[in-house]
C-alpha cells in the first residue's frame, strides 16, 4: 500500500513558538547581531572611503533585520498575551455562570 502525504497550505503562522523555532530565532538574532559588529568594525578600520560605506550600509542592513525580528517576536508576544486575557476572561465568565 501506498500511503500518500498530503500536506495543506498554512494561511497563517501557528500561535505558538515550538523550542526548535526559538533556537532558529535565536540564531537569526545571533548572525545578525554578529554581522553587524563586524560590519561596523570593517567601517572603523577602512581607508578607502567607498568601501567604509558599503561597511556601514551593510551594518545598516543587518540593524535593521535584527529590529525587524524584535519586532515579529514582540507582535507574537503581544498576541499571546491578547489571547491569554480572553481566554481568561472567558473562564470567569463561565465560572460565574455556572454559580448562578
Request: charged fraction near 15%; glycine fraction near 2%; include cysteine.
Amino acid at each position: 500500500m501506498q500511503q500518500q502525504n498530503q500536506q495543506t497550505a498554512m494561511n497563517q503562522p501557528p500561535s505558538i513558538i515550538s523550542t526548535k523555532d526559538l533556537s532558529y530565532i535565536d540564531d537569526m538574532l545571533a548572525w545578525n547581531l554578529l554581522a553587524m559588529k563586524k560590519a561596523h568594525f570593517a567601517a572603523e578600520h577602512c581607508q578607502d572611503e567607498e568601501v567604509k560605506a558599503a561597511c556601514e550600509k551593510c551594518g545598516e542592513m543587518h540593524q535593521r533585520h535584527y529590529s525587524q525580528i524584535l519586532g515579529h517576536l514582540q507582535h507574537h508576544l503581544q498576541n499571546q498575551a491578547q489571547a491569554f486575557q480572553q481566554n481568561q476572561a472567558n473562564q470567569t465568565i463561565q465560572q460565574n455562570q455556572q454559580m448562578m
